[in-house]
C-alpha cells in the first residue's frame, strides 16, 4: 500500500524567509511521481510542483522546489522569499502505478509580515 | 487556461435527502475522479472513471454512491441518501493520461453541508 506522511502540521515562517515542508512516503512501485499541492483558504486544490521518480534532478518552479531523497522516500518542498499568499495548507501526494493519488495529511503554513 | 469547473460551490441538504454534485472536467481529457475532504482532515480518493465505466473505487465509495457522464461534458456524482458524515468539501478531477504522466487538475470543489 501506499502511504504519504507529513509529520509537520503547522509551520510559521517570516515573510521573506525560506522555510522547507517535510514529506515522507512509501511505495513498492519503482515508477511514481510525487506532488505538493496548496490549498488557499478557498479550498481549491493548486498543483506547485512535481517530482518524476526516475529523474535524479530536483524539480523547481520559481520559488519552490524540492529536496527529492528518493533511497530514504522523503520529499520536502522548500519555499524561498516567503510571501503572504503562500500561507495556505500543503499536501503532498504520491502517483504510483495505476492507484490513485494518495494525500499526506497536510501542513499548515502560517507566514508572518 | 483550461480549467475543471463544479457546481454548485455550496449545497446544503437534509439528512437522507439526494445530492448531485456537478462536474465539467477539462475538454480533452479522458480520465476523471472524484475525492472527498472532511473538514481538517487529508484529501481521500473516491472513484476514477474512464471509458464510461468506474476504473476503481475506495472503500468510501459504497451504494449510496454513483458517478455518470450523462453527455460529453459533465461528470456527476450522486448520493442516494445523504448522511451526517457525507459533509465534506467534494472535488472532481480530470487527466488527460493515466498513470503518474496524466497530471490531474482539480476543481474548485463543492462544499456539501448535510443536516
Known amino acids: 500500500a501506499q502511504t504519504v506522511t507529513q509529520s509537520q502540521p503547522e509551520m510559521s515562517v517570516q515573510e521573506a524567509e525560506t522555510v522547507t515542508l517535510s514529506c515522507t512516503y512509501d511505495?513498492?512501485?519503482?515508477?511514481?511521481?510525487l506532488f505538493w499541492y496548496k490549498q488557499p483558504p478557498s479550498r481549491q486544490m493548486i498543483l506547485v510542483i512535481r517530482?518524476?521518480?526516475?529523474?535524479?534532478q530536483n524539480a523547481t518552479e520559481n520559488r519552490f522546489s524540492v529536496n527529492f531523497q528518493k533511497a530514504a522516500k522523503s520529499f520536502s518542498l522548500k519555499i524561498s522569499d516567503s510571501q503572504l499568499g503562500d500561507a495556505a495548507m500543503y499536501f503532498c501526494?504520491?502517483?504510483?502505478?495505476?492507484?490513485?493519488?494518495?494525500f499526506g495529511k497536510g501542513t499548515r503554513l502560517s507566514v508572518i509580515a | 487556461e483550461p480549467e475543471v469547473t463544479q457546481t454548485p460551490s455550496h449545497q446544503v441538504t437534509q439528512m437522507g435527502q439526494e445530492v448531485i454534485l456537478r462536474c465539467v472536467p477539462i475538454?480533452?481529457?479522458?480520465?476523471f475522479y472524484w475525492y472527498r475532504q472532511i473538514l481538517g482532515q487529508k484529501v481521500e480518493f473516491l472513484v476514477s472513471?474512464?471509458?464510461?465505466?468506474?476504473?476503481?473505487k475506495s472503500e468510501i465509495f459504497d451504494d449510496q454512491f454513483s458517478v455518470e457522464r450523462p453527455d460529453g461534458s459533465n461528470f456527476t456524482l450522486k448520493i442516494r441518501s445523504t448522511k451526517l458524515e457525507d459533509s465534506a468539501m467534494y472535488f472532481c478531477?480530470?487527466?488527460?493520461?493515466?498513470?503518474?504522466?496524466?497530471?490531474?487538475?482539480f476543481g474548485p470543489g463543492t462544499r456539501l453541508t448535510v443536516l
Open positions: 478531477a480530470s487527466s488527460d493520461g493515466q498513470g503518474a504522466r496524466g497530471e490531474q487538475f
Open positions: 511505495t513498492s512501485e519503482s515508477d511514481y511521481y
Open positions: 517530482q518524476e521518480a526516475y529523474k535524479q
Open positions: 501526494a504520491l502517483y504510483s502505478g495505476n492507484t490513485p493519488l494518495v
Open positions: 475538454s480533452n481529457h479522458l480520465y
Open positions: 472513471f474512464y471509458n464510461n465505466e468506474i476504473s476503481e
